[in-house]
């Protein structure tokens, strides 16, 4: 029972380099969520997808972009990394729009920009 | 818009202590509730829920009340281990599709 796979676990950039984290969900939910997670900061939106074919910003999306691929995947796209962009980043699944329901989450990517 | 407040951490205790991680809400009618923990290296998990108003949710010996009366849903445990050492974080539903969480409680145990 995989739930939310994450890849990479970890990855080291220079400034300006650009790459994608994949996420893959198998429990059929129709929502995802890429959130990134910094010290005393809790977690932040980035971009989220209700539903296949759809998505939205959350509260941080500048430098980001995403593609729902299909209903299982969620991709983020860092396109000229910056420092300030280190960071842990979390993919998350959801029914949500089913009634509220809890949300699901891989093990995260810790990327670091030098 | 809907909102949460935990307080912060660090909390030390000792093996066998009581806890208590204090949240509060603010919200648009009586949302559900939930716990998260995060363990070192890992991503969330859902600890507990409570879907109503005067709900208990619990699980793993830890348990939180939903109390409307003081918008609170405060996690509880009556005697902790070293294995409960991790970043435990309230949430609450925004909108139809969004979750809010609180910036997280760092709990570390001795033993």
């Known amino acids: ?114 | 818009g809907n909102s949460v407040t935990q307080m912060e951490g660090p909390v030390t205790l000792s093996e066998e202590a009581f806890l208590t991680i204090n949240c509060t809400y603010t919200a648009t009618g009586y949302p559900s509730l939930f716990w998260y923990v995060q363990y070192p290296g890992e991503g969330l998990q859902l600890l507990l829920k409570a879907t109503k108003a005067d709900d208990k949710g619990s699980n793993k010996g830890f348990e939180a009340t939903y109390r409307k009366e003081t918008t609170s849903f405060h996690l509880e445990k009556g005697s902790v281990q070293v294995s409960d050492s991790a970043v435990y974080f309230c949430a609450l539903p925004s909108g139809t599709y969004k979750y809010i969480f609180g910036t997280g409680t760092r709990l570390k145990v001795l033993a």
């Open chain 1, 1 to 114: 029972n995989a739930g939310v796979t994450q890849t990479p676990k970890f990855q080291v950039l220079k400034t300006g380099q650009s790459m994608t984290l994949q996420c893959a969900q198998d429990m059929n939910h129709n929502s995802m969520y890429w959130y990134r997670q910094d010290p005393g900061m809790g977690l932040r939106l980035i971009y989220y997808s209700a539903s296949e074919g759809t998505t939205d910003k959350g509260e941080v999306p500048n430098g980001y972009n995403v593609s729902r691929l299909n209903k299982r995947e969620f991709s983020l796209r860092l396109e000229s990394a910056a420092p300030s962009q280190t960071s842990v980043y979390f993919c998350a699944s959801s029914d949500r729009g089913q009634g509220v329901r809890p949300q699901h989450f891989g093990d995260g990517t810790r990327l670091s920009i030098l």
